[in-house]
């Protein structure tokens, strides 16, 4: 089994900044591509943003220049740095991992994992 564990959620006003994590851990031979989802209340849930293995990041366009993206392999962890917080920006954040995992006969397989979500609520 994978575990996809968040932190970093929390109460923010307008303009403040946050930082979330997301660790993976379990039976992992690998990680491709992490990313950050987020869902607000009535609406789909929706890309923030997601990084390559090699740190290649792309970004939904209203998150461009105010969050960033960052892993660290050794750690199997995924982080974003979220900046000039917007009440828009409210929503529960999902970790997301493409995690490569090793069957008992030896072939690999991804799996798509999903962490619990970590809840980003800004006051204005």
């Known amino acids: 089994q994978v575990q996809l564990v968040e932190s970093g959620g929390g109460l923010v006003q307008a303009g403040g900044s946050l930082e979330l994590s997301c660790a993976a851990s379990?039976?992992?031979?690998?990680?491709?591509?992490m990313g950050w989802y987020r869902q607000a209340p009535g609406k789909q849930r929706e890309l923030v943003a997601s990084?390559?293995?090699?740190?290649?990041?792309n970004y939904a366009d209203s998150m461009k220049g105010r969050f960033s993206i960052s892993r660290d392999n050794a750690k199997n962890t995924v982080y974003l740095q979220m900046n000039s917080l917007k009440p828009e920006d409210t929503a529960v954040y999902y970790c997301?991992?493409?995690?490569?995992?090793?069957?008992?006969?030896?072939?690999?397989?991804?799996?798509?994992?999903w962490g619990q979500g970590t809840q980003v609520t800004v006051s204005s």
């Open positions: 379990g039976s992992i031979f690998s990680i491709n591509a």
């Open positions: 990084i390559t293995s090699g740190g290649n990041t």
């Open positions: 997301n991992a493409d995690v490569r995992r090793r069957t008992p006969g030896g072939s690999l397989y991804s799996e798509d994992c």
